[in-house]
């Protein structure tokens, strides 16, 4: 079985300010990483993800990830954010191996952006 | 651009009513997914379609749940009866295939409030 760990369930950050949220899993086997964003009264969107390769992933508004086996886990960062960025995000994992693998996912952080 | 359809958005009903939720996935994917999300939690798998079939419903309480998929398309879940303990966002999710690659596409989900 899979677990995801977010310890912060709210940061509270200034506009322009940098921001890391955290994310640590335990797993038995190897898994891939994800990390949603959502926004109020929305469903979720995918941000990044982590399958193979570089452990160090971005997406396109400037956040990125770093996957660290040894400690299991898979922090967001950025290092300027907007008032845009507002939402809470999701850290999910997902078991590499064959079949019909479901997605566990943490309990969320609410990132509020303060003008 | 493709998006997870869902209905109604917002649902109100008293205890012991039955209740019903549409989802209707991007054209052409196999793979749906029916999520409960508890405020202030992450999404829990409930029930994952492959097609028509079933493949995973160990979470959905199939006491009061019930899910269709008949022509592997479009999608119901159903609680009766609704108990106070169900209100959630319910979100539906679909992918182009079961692997723990494939992105999942998210709906806007279905707000029950059960009184």
């Known amino acids: 079985a899979q677990s995801v760990t977010q310890l912060d369930s709210q940061v509270p950050v200034f506009e322009e300010a940098p921001v890391e949220l955290r994310c640590n899993y335990s797993s038995s086997v190897s898994v891939y990483l994800f990390w949603y964003v959502q926004y109020p009264n929305q469903g979720l969107q995918l941000l990044l993800k982590y399958l193979s390769g570089s452990t160090l992933v971005e997406s396109i508004n400037g956040f990125e990830a770093e996957f660290n086996k040894s400690q299991t886990s898979f922090h967001l960062r950025k290092p300027s954010v907007h008032i845009s960025d507002t939402a809470e995000y999701f850290c999910?994992?997902?078991?590499?191996?064959?079949?019909?693998?479901?997605?566990?996912f943490g309990t969320g952080t609410k990132l509020q952006v303060i003008p | 651009e493709a998006e997870v359809a869902q209905s109604p958005r917002y649902k109100i009903t008293e205890k012991s009513q039955a209740v019903a939720f549409w989802c209707d996935p991007i054209?052409?994917?196999?793979?749906l997914y029916w999520y409960r999300q508890i405020l202030g939690q992450g999404p829990e798998l409930l029930v994952q379609?492959?097609?028509?079939?079933?493949?995973?419903d160990s979470q959905l309480p199939k006491d009061r749940f019930s899910a269709e998929r008949l022509k592997g398309v479009d999608s119901t879940l159903k609680i009766q009866p609704a108990e106070l303990g169900d209100s959630a966002m319910y979100l539906c999710?679909?992918?182009?295939?079961?692997?723990?690659?494939?992105?999942?596409?998210f709906g806007p989900g279905t707000r029950l409030t059960v009184l």
């Open positions: 999710a679909s992918s182009l295939e079961a692997g723990g690659q494939a992105e999942q596409f």
């Open positions: 379609f492959q097609d028509e079939s079933v493949v995973d």
């Open positions: 999910a994992v997902r078991p590499y191996s064959g079949g019909y693998q479901k997605v566990t």
């Open positions: 054209s052409g994917h196999a793979t």
